[in-house]
């Protein structure tokens, strides 16, 4: 069974940076793309971020790009996501989630593509 867990969270100040990580299980980490999802209070779901099985190549959302890193460590099975320049609208519950398919074709920031989800990591961002 796939187990997502995200953790990193909490109550940051504007301007400030956080660090989440998504460590995973029951599949073979390595082959599967990841993203990172958020869904502030009373909205959807946003796309922020993704990553390919090997790391070489990422994907960002206009309203993140040049402020959030993703990066994984497939000995570990993490994933992480750093976030610099944080802003209120930023506030939202972060989920990291696998790609559907080990392989194939992949549009990173598509909800389509992604099955798996972890329960979610809360981020406030407020002063």
């Known amino acids: 069974e796939v187990f997502l867990v995200e953790s990193g969270g909490g109550l940051v100040q504007p301007g400030g940076s956080m660090r989440l990580s998504c460590s995973a299980s029951?599949?073979?980490?390595?082959?599967?793309?990841i993203a990172w999802a958020r869904q502030p209070p009373g909205k959807g779901l946003e796309w922020v971020s993704a990553?390919?099985?090997?790391?070489?190549?990422?994907f960002y959302a206009d309203s993140v790009r040049g402020r959030f890193t993703i990066s994984r460590d497939n000995d570990k099975n993490t994933i992480d996501q750093q976030m610099d320049s944080l802003k209120s609208e930023d506030t939202a519950t972060y989920y990291c989630?696998?790609?559907?398919?080990?392989?194939?074709?992949?549009?990173?920031?598509?909800?389509?593509?992604?099955?798996?989800r972890g329960q979610g990591t809360q981020v406030t961002v407020s002063s």
């Open positions: 990553i390919s099985p090997g790391g070489g190549t990422t």
């Open positions: 029951g599949f073979t980490f390595s082959n599967y793309a």
């Open positions: 989630a696998r790609k559907v398919f080990s392989g194939g074709s992949w549009s990173p920031l598509t909800a389509t593509e992604y099955r798996h």
